[in-house]
T-cell receptor, first 113, second 113 residues
C-alpha cells in the first residue's frame, strides 16, 4: 500500500456515459497528479494540482475534467469518451509541487466500449 | 522535446543472473531521476537519484546516475522470480516546476526459475 487509493479499480463505460474516477491520499501531500498509461506507451502526465489549484494541463481533451476539492482528494470526470481513451489511469501524489518523489495509486483500468 | 529512453524493452533471464537496465534522457531543467517497479498496476518507488556518481543500494538492487552522459543504470543481482516486473525510469524536470515526471517506455523483465 502506497497511501494513495483509487476507486473504482475497473470501469467499463459506453461512449455516451458520464463517470468519475476518484483518488484519495492521506499522506499529507500537497500535490496530486493524473497519469494515463496506454498499452505499449510511456506513462503520460495529464494534470497537476498543487494545493487544490490546477498548475498543469498537459494538452488533455476537454472530455477529461479534473477536480480537486481539497488537498486529499482528486477526481477525474469523464464524459463522451472514445475507445482510444481506454487505458490505466494512475493517480499520484508528492509532498510539494516540484517534488518529484511521487507515490502512485493502484490505478483504474478503464475500458470504453 | 523532453524524452526518456529505456533499454532493453524486454529481457528474459534465469534465477541467479545479474541484469543491468539502462535509462538515457534529454530533459530540460533536470531535477532528479527515479526508478519504479510496476508489477500489476501501481508503480512502486525504488530510487531517486539527483547526484552523479553516488550509488544507491537497496538489497540486491542498486542504481547510479551519470549527469554528464545523461543516463542511469539499475542493477539487480542474484535475480529471483519475484523480480519479474516492468521497471520504469522517470525524470523529473521539464519547462514548468510542477513535479512533472517524464517516463520511459519501461523494461519488462521476466525471471525464469
Amino acid at each position: 500500500e502506497t497511501g494513495v487509493t483509487q476507486t473504482p479499480r475497473h470501469l467499463v463505460m459506453g461512449m455516451t456515459n458520464k463517470k468519475s474516477l476518484k483518488c484519495e491520499q492521506h499522506l499529507g501531500h500537497n500535490a496530486m497528479y493524473w497519469y494515463k498509461q496506454s498499452a505499449k506507451k510511456p506513462l503520460e502526465l495529464m494534470f497537476v494540482y498543487s494545493l487544490e489549484e490546477r498548475v498543469e494541463n498537459n494538452s488533455v481533451p476537454s472530455r477529461f475534467s479534473p477536480e480537486c476539492p481539497n488537498s486529499s482528494h482528486l477526481f477525474l470526470h469523464l464524459h463522451t469518451l472514445q475507445p482510444e481513451d481506454s487505458a490505466l489511469y494512475l493517480c499520484a501524489s508528492s509532498l510539494y509541487r516540484g517534488d518529484t518523489e511521487a507515490f502512485f495509486g493502484q490505478g483504474t483500468r478503464l475500458t470504453v466500449v | 522535446e523532453d524524452k526518456v529512453v529505456q533499454s532493453p524493452l524486454s529481457l528474459v533471464v534465469h534465477e541467479g543472473d545479474t541484469v543491468t537496465l539502462n535509462c538515457s534522457y534529454e530533459v530540460t531543467n533536470f531535477r532528479s531521476l527515479l526508478w519504479y517497479k510496476q508489477e500489476k498496476k501501481a508503480p512502486t518507488f525504488l530510487f531517486m537519484l539527483t547526484s552523479s556518481g553516488i550509488e544507491k543500494k537497496s538489497g540486491r538492487l542498486s542504481s547510479i546516475l551519470d549527469k554528464k552522459e545523461l543516463f542511469s543504470i539499475l542493477n539487480i543481482t542474484a535475480t529471483q522470480t519475484g523480480d519479474s516486473a516492468v521497471y520504469l525510469c522517470a525524470v523529473g524536470g521539464g519547462s514548468s516546476n510542477t513535479g512533472k515526471l517524464i517516463f520511459g517506455q519501461g523494461t519488462t523483465l521476466q525471471v525464469k526459475p
